[in-house]
């Protein structure tokens, strides 16, 4: 039985959000999400369980993990150690390929890797659906890191049906998510405060009632690759949530100065000819979604914005995946 | 029986916006929306009848008015010659004492002292009611701009019911409205453009219903003078109207860099105490309402804003009044 393994897990960029809980405590969601891996913004975890430790040893990249995340993440080593029934203390080191402080989320790759790297080292050997349930409840976005490519998460009922099944492979269609880093500074209002917040909104209700029209859209479109079936409605989800968050109570505003000015030139890049658009997480940054022929003068555009810091172009990523194994 | 007749209106600024109409002929809106008069944002406008006249003739400053000023102002002035049963056509004189290209809505200030002017010009006397529903026509928050100080507007179901009333004199509440001006330009999207798409947004039948209760909690604000209950009902409100337009289709973007900037400052300088809240119309300024102690102060900070290139301090103002009548 192995006792170590190191897993990779690559961040995602969703089409359509995930946006408050249906239960906050499993994280099962108000509705179905759907993502793109982004393969080049992603995480590579350790973990290996060692009889000898007294407690968790937690490093992400060169530091011990702070408080909050070191509570985390015990507590998902946890909820693997119950599914394998043993007790043992583990070292857990994680790292991302991208810089910290970029606003880029990475607890949809952390907790993605963590979950398929600590239950190999585990022992246990969980089907892809059960590592999407696991990293689920991890972080909510995690549960779409698990499959490969193009990805839907089925927001279930319960825990034990909310999952993320892969919908197209990575190499299906050749898009970009072309990110414009505009602040590195933290979030203001963490995503899982929103996902709190977010069923304060008055209009939770009418965009959940909506959202299946929309979502069989962004199907649509990615099945026929259709760029200009698919740049619309992404673009009406993103607003979306910052709507939901901007009338929750108390609201939340994620949006920037920079943000608005990205957008502002995106829309009339497009306007020009260029087949870009643009969708938003809940952090500063802006998501520029083309075609590979494209994404080079979508670069070279969001780098002539004085607010755009850096410029990190993703193709589409391939699903967690383990990298080494070890047995002692 | 005059044939001249010089009037003056204010500007004003909604408090509960409105957005959509129920019958965009006669401007009778989707829902009642809540205002108060600027002092130091107004318009006068002298009409005089002249038969020797073949065609009208329409002055906005200096300068004869363009084809859709035109158009828009002859539409009205044929409103009143139907009530006065007169065919003689008008010299219209019609001037702001804001500058234009500032990004202010002159339409309301305009269409109240041109509904004034040119009734009594033509020798009627509307009451203020008839008044307010003639002005609605020509422009909906004209309608408005016609009573003193802080007004409503009931929807109504249809032109003979849909009219602004007083809720409170001028002089009831010294509140300010400091106005960041961040751009000169004009607005890309005009709002009788953004009134006509606001029904498809699936998010209006919403606003619609959820209304009631933050109208009440604006007037109860305003008889109260309890700015700390109304600056969070306007600043939903003012939200809600910039989402709705975000979500209509096609989507129309009021924001800015500039707008995110001026709301993120006093969002942080009401954090740091200063009891400021702000409000949007469809267009890129920001008015900031605050107390009269606090104004100065409001406008200083204002200022400092890089994107900030002119501050207008309002307090609440009149309703239209006839300045000079002329008999022949």
Redesign the interface.
């Known amino acids: 039985m192995p006792q170590k393994a190191t897993a990779e897990a690559k961040s995602n960029i969703a089409f359509i959000k995930y946006w408050g809980n249906r239960d906050a405590q499993y994280r099962v969601p108000l509705n179905n999400s759907i993502s793109m891996n982004l393969d080049h913004a992603f995480t590579t975890t350790t973990v290996e369980f060692d009889a000898r430790l007294n407690t968790d040893m937690i490093r992400v990249g060169d530091l011990p993990a702070n408080d909050a995340t070191r509570t985390r993440v015990i507590t998902h080593l946890d909820r693997v150690r119950a599914l394998a029934k043993i007790e043992t203390r583990a070292r857990v080191a994680s790292s991302n390929n991208f810089p910290t402080g970029t606003g880029m989320a990475s607890s949809a790759s952390a907790f993605a890797a963590l979950s398929l790297a600590t239950t190999r080292a585990a022992g246990l050997n969980l089907d892809e659906r059960a590592l999407s349930i696991l990293a689920r409840q991890g972080s909510g976005s995690a549960s779409r890191s698990i499959p490969d490519g193009f990805v839907e998460w089925m927001a279930g009922t319960e825990s034990g049906n909310s999952y993320a099944v892969s919908l197209l492979p990575h190499d299906f269609w050749d898009l970009r998510d072309v990110i414009a880093i505009v602040s590195t500074t933290e979030k203001k209002v963490g995503s899982s405060d929103g996902h709190g917040l977010a069923q304060t909104s008055?209009?939770i209700?009418?965009r959940v009632r909506?959202l299946p029209l929309r979502l069989q859209r962004v199907r649509r479109a990615l099945f026929a690759k259709n760029l200009a079936m698919l740049g619309p409605a992404i673009?009406?989800d993103a607003?979306?949530l910052h709507?939901i968050a901007?009338?929750s109570n108390p609201?939340i505003?994620y949006?920037?100065?920079?943000?608005?000015?990205v957008?502002?030139t995106m829309?009339r890049a497009r306007a020009d000819g260029l087949a870009v658009y643009f969708t938003l997480d809940a952090g500063p940054n802006v998501h520029l979604i083309c075609e590979a022929k494209d994404a080079d003068q979508v670069a070279a555009r969001a780098r002539e914005i004085a607010d755009v810091q850096n410029v990190i172009v993703n193709a589409p990523g391939t699903g967690a995946r383990l990298i080494a194994e070890h047995l002692f």
């Open positions: 008055h209009f209700d009418e909506a673009e009406e607003v979306e709507l901007m009338t609201p505003f949006w920037s100065p920079a943000m608005v000015r957008i502002e829309r």
